[in-house]
């Protein structure tokens, strides 16, 4: 840029800058777009309408809402798809950011929805189709059995899980959170068979209304959202056959794209971790199934280098706004 430049660009770079909300005006220096552009992908999974202790990790309405409007008037907020179709051209706006949610929960459609729509933002959600309508996840059947255990412990030794110490919620908390990461990586069907067991035991009802009904997917169709696939039963991919994978993969996305009437080209990988839950096999099937982009958990933001198959996704769980934000940034300084 030559001196002149300079001086005819500092004004209106100046005059741009006042009339932004601050944080904006700074994610479009970090992320100036074009060739140059970054894109910063949340991922959610429930937006729940009070605070639940075991469920820590997920904000709740009023958390989710000054969220939300940070990331409204901070970034240039895209669908997925769009926006990883723009990163890859070279067009993508500076300072642009995606909001996805994962699984399906019908709390996104009863709380979260209203919340993007009065922000005036679009959201992409990936939706695990074997539990529409019903379902529930293992994870789910393990919460809502620790949930109504009424005793100070419990010996899940028959399951290999041992025996669990739930004396006090912080015991509970801590109890849960080791059952659930030990039983991830148990194989596909025996976790399901061992969740569903567990639940079973300490009464927890087959069905459940956790998770959106087939008419609510299509609900958040209508409301402008997009709709990405998550797989049928949320598998990890890396730990099925070539045709399991693909059965999973390819299924999800004719699941949706019969309740939607409309073809479905984004994807999130269940679990999503690069180096434990998928391998270069999975992005593979995700390209041969017809998607033209898949969202990883893998912490970070995404260039126009990135593979269109392997966009990372984060979310700062800090529960203040200008740490939040402040996190946000630090994220888009890597």
Request: glycine residues 8%; contains cysteine.
């Amino acid at each position: 840029m030559s001196a002149t430049q300079t001086k005819i660009d500092m004004p209106v770079i100046a005059r741009n800058a006042a009339k932004m909300m601050p944080w904006k005006f700074l994610m479009q220096c970090l992320s100036p777009g074009r060739g140059r552009g970054k894109l910063l992908v949340f991922i959610f999974h429930r937006v729940l309408a009070r605070p639940d202790p075991l469920l820590a990790g997920e904000p709740d309405a009023i958390t989710f809402d000054w969220m939300v409007r940070f990331i409204s008037q901070s970034f240039n907020v895209l669908p997925f798809g769009t926006a990883v179709e723009q990163l890859k051209s070279g067009d993508l706006p500076a300072g642009s950011a995606c909001i996805t949610f994962d699984d399906g929960y019908r709390d996104n459609f009863d709380i979260a929805l209203p919340i993007l729509q009065r922000h005036g933002v679009q959201a992409t959600f990936f939706i695990a189709t074997d539990f529409l309508d019903g379902g529930r996840m293992w994870n789910d059947d393990v919460i809502e059995a620790v949930r109504n255990i009424n005793e100070s412990s419990v010996d899940w030794a028959d399951y290999r899980l041992g025996s669990q110490d739930l004396s006090t919620q912080t015991m509970r908390c801590q109890s849960l959170g080791a059952v659930l990461g030990k039983l991830k990586y148990f194989p596909h069907e025996e976790r399901a068979i061992f969740a569903r067991q567990i639940a079973r035991r300490a009464g927890v009802s087959e069905r459940s209304d956790l998770m959106m009904s087939c008419e609510e997917v299509r609900g958040l169709r209508t409301a402008g959202m997009e709709v990405g696939a998550h797989t049928r039963s949320h598998p990890i991919l890396s730990g099925l056959t070539n045709d399991q994978a693909m059965s999973e993969i390819s299924g999800g996305k004719t699941d949706l794209e019969v309740i939607l009437d409309e073809s479905v080209n984004v994807f999130a990988y269940p679990n999503g971790n690069p180096e434990r839950d998928l391998s270069s096999r999975d992005v593979e099937l995700i390209a041969a199934a017809g998607f033209s982009a898949a969202a990883t958990t893998a912490w970070g933001v995404a260039t126009r280098k990135t593979d269109a198959f392997l966009i990372p996704r984060f979310t700062p769980w800090d529960r203040t706004y200008h740490r939040f934000a402040a996190r946000t940034v630090l994220a888009l300084t890597k």
